[in-house]
Structures are given as C-alpha cells and as structure tokens.
C-alpha cells in the first residue's frame, strides 16, 4: 500500500470515527433525556399511588362514616317504634283515669245541683237566717259561687274531653303498625293528626289560626298500613303549615286576616279507578321550578338547620307508592300555594262499609 492510501484510510477512519462520536454524544443525551423522563415518570406514578392510597383510606373513612350512620338509623328507627308503643301505652293509661273523671262529673253536677236546690228551699223556709249562717252567706259570696261553680264544673268537663281526644287521637296515631294491611277509616287518620297538629293551627299574636277546610267524601274503608299513612298525613299537612309561616313572615296581621291562612283537605272515592284520592292544598309560599325539581330527593330541604332534614317528602313517596301502589303527585306555583294529591287503589273487595 501506498502512503497516499494509508492516508485516505486514516481520514475515513477519522471521519467514522466522527460520527460514532456524534452518536454517541447523542445517545448520551438520549440517555439522560430518557433518565429524566424515567424519574418524572417514577415521581408522577409515586404521586397517582399516593392519591390511590389516599382516596382508599377516605373511602374507607366513608364507608365507616356510611356504616355508622346506618347504625344511627336503625337505633332511631328502633328507637321510634319504642316510642310509639310507648306513646300508645301512655295514650291508653292516661285514658283510664280521664274516664273516671267524666264518668264522675255527671254524678257530680247532680249532687252540685241537688245541694243548690236545697240551699234554696231552706232559704225559701227560712227567709231570716242566724247571724252565724248570714254571715257565712256573705263571706262566702253565695250568689256569685253558685254562679262561678257551674262555670267551673263545665271548664273542667271541656278541659277533661278535650284530653280524652288527644290521648285518643295520640294512641290512634302511633299505634304500631301490623304485619298486615287492615281496614282503616283515612278521616279518622287525618282528623287524629290535626287534633296533634292543633298547637300549630292556633292563632298567635303575629296571626289568626290557620284554617282547615274540609271537603270529605264518601269513601270506603282503606286495607293499608294506618301508622304509615298516619305518617304521610302528617308530613304533607307539617310542611303545609310551615309553607304557610314562611309566606307570613313579612305580612302583616292585616294582610294575613284579609287573605288567610288556608289548608283545604279533600277526599273523593273515584269508582271507575277504583281509587282514593286524597288532596291537601295550602296557600302557603308555594314553590319555586328549581325547588319543585328536587323535594322528593332525599335530605333536599329548604328549611333552617334543626327545622327540616329534608326527609318528609322522601319518606311519604315511599310509603305511597312502594308500600301501597299509590301516586303521589303535587302542583305548585311559587306565591300561591301548593297542593299535593294522593292516590290510592282500594281494594273493596271485603271491605263494603263506607264512611
Ligand atoms: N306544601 C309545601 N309548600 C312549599 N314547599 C314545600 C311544601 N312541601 C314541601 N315543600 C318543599 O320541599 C322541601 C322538602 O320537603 P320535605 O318534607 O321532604 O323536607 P322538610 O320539610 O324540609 O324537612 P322534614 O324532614 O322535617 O320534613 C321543603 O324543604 C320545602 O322546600
Ligand atoms: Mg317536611
């Protein structure tokens, strides 16, 4: 080989050694781009493990949460259905001792009487009486006692009735419910829970007592669950009135007299259905499309804290429609009123009395 060709071969050699050094200089790179690739890689899916293991834990944080309030539920509904056994057993005592009070009175008016009328023939007989037995009529006062003392007598006979009916109307109300659907009278229902709901009807000094209007029909006994139904009256004719005190708020006495508080309550037997249906109206606040969209959510309220949970609704579509096959449906215009309707199917069949 010649010098020239030695040369030539040494500047290729050179020249491929030129670019292996590039390539390497770039697979250098490469390399490091890839480490740090690798490494943000490595932090990122450290990060994703880390959010894993967090939302685990809060899970199972909830789920405990979850389990706990499961356990709240069912010592409340335990607790519930104690006291309404209780409530009932209370109701029941109480009733005992009233009706020996009434029974009592009547005698006792009697005796009043017959002791009053004696007074009178002995004063008929003895126009001058002693001076000791003036002198007591005087003290005494005895026109005004025999006056005031029939007064009385009739106070205590209003106030005793008027236990009678709520303790009736209470173990009526929370009387435990059966296994089984019984014939059940929905006037008496809605009646018991107005007697309950009576403390809230009256008037105070910011309004007149809310009326009810009662428009019922003539329907037949109801094979139901009554304390479920008791429940639904009760929710549907509670949110009417606090409907109805949210619309006062702001009115004044006046405004409140000349357009009043209304709660009107309608039953009507459809026979071609074969249903009942059952309409509480109120002219209370009414509701607003955005509210009307979500009352039958459960916890949806828009009540105060510690004035609603946002449950009534919730628990009264159940009760009507997966444990009776009912509707429920309600119209609403906000400034108005609302009204819900109630739709029942009745099974006559064994059940002909009416009411
Ligand atoms: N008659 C009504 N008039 C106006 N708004 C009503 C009426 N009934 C229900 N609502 C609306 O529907 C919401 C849900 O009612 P729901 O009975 O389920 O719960 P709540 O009354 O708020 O609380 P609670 O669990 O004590 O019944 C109420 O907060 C209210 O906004
Ligand atoms: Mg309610």
Redesign the pocket.
């Known amino acids: 080989m010649q010098i020239d060709d030695y040369e030539k071969e040494l500047n290729k050699l050179r020249k491929v050694n030129r670019i292996l050094e590039k390539k390497l200089e770039r697979s250098e790179i490469d390399r490091t781009r890839l480490e740090e690739t690798n490494k943000k890689k490595e932090v990122l899916l450290k990060n994703v493990i880390n959010d894993l293991e967090e939302s685990q834990n809060k899970l199972a944080q909830r789920s405990q949460e979850l389990e706990q309030t499961l356990i709240n539920l069912q010592m409340m509904q335990n607790k519930m259905s104690v006291l309404g056994n209780l409530v009932a057993d209370v109701a029941h005592e109480i009733n005992n001792p009233i009706g020996f009070i009434l029974g009592n009175l009547g005698p006792a008016e009697e005796y009043i009487n017959s002791l009053l009328q004696l007074i009178d023939i002995y004063q008929n007989l003895y126009p001058t009486p002693f001076p000791e037995i003036r002198t007591k009529i005087e003290d005494i006062d005895l026109n005004y006692l025999r006056e005031d003392l029939l007064k009385v007598l009739s106070s205590i006979k209003d106030g005793t009735d008027r236990i009678f009916q709520i303790s009736s109307s209470l173990r009526n109300f929370s009387r435990a419910d059966t296994e089984q659907k019984t014939a059940f009278n929905l006037h008496t229902g809605l009646d018991n829970t107005l007697i309950i709901l009576k403390y809230r009807l009256k008037g105070n000094k910011n309004r007149p007592p809310i009326q009810i209007i009662k428009d019922y029909g003539t329907i037949p006994l109801l094979k139901c669950f009554p304390g479920q139904i008791n429940q639904v009256f009760m929710?549907l004719l509670?949110?009417?009135i606090?409907?109805l005190e949210e619309f006062n708020i702001g009115r004044s006495a006046d405004e409140i007299q000349s357009n009043p508080n209304l709660i009107n309550i309608q039953t009507r037997l459809i026979e071609c259905d074969n249903c009942i249906v059952i309409r509480i109206k109120?002219n209370?606040?009414?509701?607003s499309a955005e509210?009307q969209s979500q009352?039958f959510e459960h916890l949806?309220?828009?009540?105060p804290i510690g004035?609603?949970?946002?449950?009534?609704?919730?628990i009264v579509q159940k009760i009507i429609i997966d444990k009776h096959g009912g509707m429920l449906d309600f119209n609403?215009v906000y400034g108005e009123g609302?009204e819900?309707i109630i739709t029942l199917p009745v099974n006559i069949a064994g059940v002909d009395k009416t009411y």
Do not use: E, H, R
């Open positions: 929710n509670a949110n009417a606090d409907a109120d209370g606040m009414g509701m509210t009352i949806f309220t828009t009540k004035q609603g949970t946002g449950l009534g609704l919730s609403s609302s819900f």
